[in-house]
């Protein structure tokens, strides 16, 4: 069992920059799952997908940022013209139909705007 | 928003039991309870999740109160190894828009040698 694997781990980018983050879920998965983790608070919600659809999106999620899972395996999270705000540990997490109770997290990908 | 409560902090002895206690006085009769835990700098960990009746697996047990208006996450037997952000957090498992988690801040478990 590989489990959920986010790449990269960490980012560092100036003000401005566009940024591309990888999630890799668990095989058989088909629920997908992106959240935000500010310090100190606990992960925000997102964007979800079953399969390749983009099921719900959080009002968080400004159109800087988009969010693709095209053949329902691996997504990307891309943010255009990054603010010092958007630094934060983004967290992918994947579930399966049949137990959509459990969630499994990845280690986070870890983005510092200068 | 989360629609729990959660002391934001507890410290628990080694070997001794711990008792992480949640509010959740709004819950809906369609709504679980879920526990998740984050040791620091890595993702969310699913512990338990029960409707009303009380639930126990490897990790811990969870004891709901008859009202539901609130639980505790017992781990029986401390470790280091479980010092953690442990979350508490209520959802609806009726499908729909409803997958996501809500996470609030949770209470940070301090386990002393």
């Known amino acids: 069992d590989t489990g959920v694997s986010q790449n990269p781990r960490h980012k560092i980018t100036k003000r401005g920059q566009n940024v591309t983050f990888r999630c890799d879920p668990i095989s058989e998965h088909n629920r997908l799952y992106w959240y935000r983790q500010t310090l100190g608070q606990g992960p925000e919600f997102l964007t979800y997908f079953q399969n390749e659809a983009q099921l719900e999106k959080s009002r968080l999620l400004s159109d800087r940022f988009s969010a693709e899972r095209p053949k329902g395996s691996f997504s990307t999270l891309e943010i255009q013209r990054t603010e010092q705000g958007d630094s934060a540990m983004y967290l992918c997490?994947?579930?399966?139909?049949?137990?959509?109770?459990?969630?499994?997290f990845g280690p986070g990908t870890r983005l510092t705007v200068t | 928003d989360a629609k729990t409560t959660q002391p934001p902090s507890m410290d628990c002895a080694e070997g001794r039991a711990a008792n992480l206690p949640c509010n959740h006085s709004t819950i809906s009769g369609n709504e679980y309870v879920y526990w998740y835990r984050q040791i620091h700098s890595q993702g969310p960990q699913y512990i338990i999740h029960g409707l009303k009746n009380n639930e126990t697996n490897e990790m811990a047990s969870l004891i709901i109160t008859e009202d539901r208006k609130s639980s505790t996450l017992i781990l029986p037997h401390a470790t280091l190894r479980d010092t953690a952000v442990y979350y508490c957090?209520?959802?609806?498992?009726?499908?729909?828009?409803?997958?996501?988690?809500?996470f609030g801040k949770g209470t940070l478990l301090t386990v002393n040698p």
């Open positions: 957090i209520v959802r609806d498992n009726s499908g729909g828009s409803n997958y996501k988690l809500t």
């Open positions: 997490a994947s579930s399966s139909t049949s137990v959509s109770y459990e969630q499994y």
